[in-house]
């Protein structure tokens, strides 16, 4: 037995049982628990004979997923107004769909969840007309086109801005068949693509090149969404469209502008970079100059303190160069240098660097080198170049030999000059020694 209602109690069940829009009370199963009188005269259920059904029994069938978005609601159960702009319908006893609106407010009753649902009849709305005819009016006057056409693809109405697009009125176009605006641009899978979309219910939107009245050709930014009826089935299809050819052209021609600085700044990226290796590069050997060993090395030997790291400097010199190019012409001359450019490069790594000072003169500075391991490397350098043969076209190979002279710094307080200065000792250590040979300057 119901507790006695209180003044409140009987008040809310007064308005309840009179409103004059269908009132539904359900619990958090979704099954109603009470509805008002209005129920009958709107959906054709005694009151009574609602209690305890489930609310999809209200919901046409087509409407499938009703009960996980019921679900979903309850999980975040918020007040809902009517008016919310979305077409609703609910199912009658005996079957057809009745237009409604219907506003949701969550309550709670003994402590658990329920949610209060009042549902108003949309049938013969006095608003119902007007809002037809303010959207025929904003639907011809949109700035974009509208086309409608059967499910067939036949055109039943166009706007004002469809007929400007295309350059055919509105008598040319209904009754045709979508086609008449065919360019021959896209090939026949892309128009069934198109088709498959739009008959699954989605929407289809991209890009068209069609033909107008005249001929001419344009492209066409175009969206086609179905319309279905209250069973659920396919009627029209309504495309809105966009005359983007200026667009495009604007947006190729800026492309093929970016494209144009694009190769502009690369071929003066290119030129800078070789007017920057010619700065800093011998023009002879491809090594680098004495200007960017003055500009390198300051740098080179404070990244060497703070690792912790050596650094040492070979001074490496031809002998007996005049003799060669006195005796075979400056043309052997350079390709002995270059062929040594060639040692001295390939013997040098990534954190190294290979100079031609000048002449036959050169320098190479090692990061990282204790003097046993500049050592070495500096005499690998001598025995490939003393193994350097060049063809001077007398039948007999020419020779050349280089002394090299070593000096590893002291530490970062030893400027560059004096550690230059020392190897360029022992190079001249070397060559009173009889040349061909390495010497290392004192530590």
């Not at 979508?178 to 088709?195: C, D, M, N, Q, V």
């Not at 001359?333 to 954190?351: I, P, T």
């Amino acid at each position: 037995m119901s507790p006695p209602l209180d003044d409140d109690g009987r008040l809310f069940r007064t308005l309840f049982e009179t409103a004059s829009d269908g009132m539904l009370v359900t619990d958090d199963h979704g099954l109603v628990l009470f509805a008002n009188a209005a129920c009958e005269r709107l959906l054709g259920y005694d009151p009574g004979g609602l209690v305890g059904l489930p609310v999809e029994a209200l919901v046409p069938d087509r409407f499938q997923g009703h009960a996980a978005h019921r679900r979903r609601y309850a999980a975040e159960a918020r007040p809902r107004a009517m008016g919310a702009g979305i077409a609703l319908v609910a199912r009658h006893h005996d079957g057809h769909d009745v237009p409604v609106d219907i506003a949701l407010t969550p309550l709670e009753r003994a402590g658990r969840p329920v949610v209060l649902a009042a549902i108003r009849d949309m049938r013969g709305s006095p608003y119902a007309g007007d809002t037809l005819r303010v959207q025929a009016t904003a639907l011809r006057s949109a700035a974009n086109g509208v086309v409608i056409t059967d499910r067939q693809g036949v055109i039943t109405w166009v706007n004002p801005a469809a007929c400007a697009i295309t350059g055919y009125s509105a008598e040319d176009l209904v009754g045709q068949h979508t086609r008449i605006l065919k360019s021959g641009e896209h090939a026949p899978e892309f128009y069934r693509e198109l088709w498959r979309t739009v008959a699954r219910g989605e929407t289809w939107s991209g890009t068209i090149v069609n033909r107008r009245k005249d001929g001419s050709t344009y492209d066409e930014e175009q969206s086609i969404a179905p319309v279905v009826d209250e069973s659920g089935a396919l009627t029209h299809f309504i495309a809105i469209k966009q005359d983007v050819t200026e667009r495009r052209r604007t947006e190729a021609a800026l492309a093929r502008a970016q494209a144009d600085l694009a190769a502009r700044v690369a071929e003066i990226e290119a030129l800078n970079k070789i007017l920057r290796d010619q700065a800093i590069r011998d023009p002879l050997t491809g090594l680098f100059n004495r200007r960017y060993f003055d500009e390198s090395i300051a740098r080179d030997l404070a990244a060497a303190a703070r690792a912790g790291e050596p650094v040492a400097l070979l001074a490496v010199d031809v002998d007996h160069f005049k003799l060669v190019n006195d005796s075979y012409g400056h043309p052997l001359g350079d390709r002995l240098l270059q062929a040594l450019a060639g040692v001295l490069g390939a013997r040098v790594r990534s954190s190294d660097l290979a100079c031609r000072f000048g002449g036959e003169e050169f320098v190479v500075v090692l990061t990282g080198a204790t003097l046993p391991v500049a050592l070495r490397r500096a005499e690998a350098i001598r025995r490939e170049c003393a193994a350097l043969r060049l063809d001077a076209g007398t039948g007999t190979p020419v020779r050349a030999t280089v002394s090299v002279g070593v000096a590893v710094a002291r530490g970062p307080d030893e400027p560059v000059e004096v550690t230059l200065a020392r190897a360029d000792e022992a190079l001249y250590a070397a060559k009173r020694a009889g040349r061909d040979r390495v010497v290392a300057a004192p530590a």
